[in-house]
């Protein structure tokens, strides 16, 4: 499927810093929730992820990311997640966090 480039656009993915990292035992694959600072205009965000392959929590406090900050909330079991963190998925069904080279500032847009 091919998107137009105004599709593109309006997908709004931002970077973010990880501020909190929470075991979520009621997911039915294993995942964190995650507590993300996108800066001031988009503020902090909650979501869970599927990233306990490859990282354990405290690998994940203070690291950037990126993440689609314009879906639609959605309710995963008690827990509503606001934004979509990025990555690559392996075959194993392993992710690689997407993320910037160099620490920048929170919220600024990919493009």
């Known amino acids: 499927m091919i ?3 105004s599709e593109f656009e309006r997908v709004d993915m931002r970077v973010g810093t990880i501020l909190e990292v929470n075991d979520f035992p009621e997911a039915r ?3 964190y ?3 993300i600072d996108f800066g001031p205009e988009i503020g ?3 979501t869970s992820a599927q990233i306990t392959q ?3 929590k405290g690998d994940l406090l203070n ?3 990126v993440a689609v900050v314009n879906f639609p909330k959605k309710q995963i079991g008690k827990f509503m997640s606001e934004c979509l963190v990025l990555g690559a998925v ?3 069904g392993d992710v690689i966090l997407l993320a910037p080279d160099f ?3 929170n919220g600024l847009r990919i493009g």
């Open 44 to 46: 902090i965000r909650k």
């Open 3 to 5: 998107l137009t480039w």
């Open 29 to 31: 694959k294993p995942a």
């Open 63 to 65: 690291r950037q990311l």
């Open 33 to 35: 929730q995650l507590t």
């Open 103 to 105: 620490k920048i500032e």
């Open 90 to 92: 392996g075959s194993a």
């Open 54 to 56: 490859r990282y354990q």
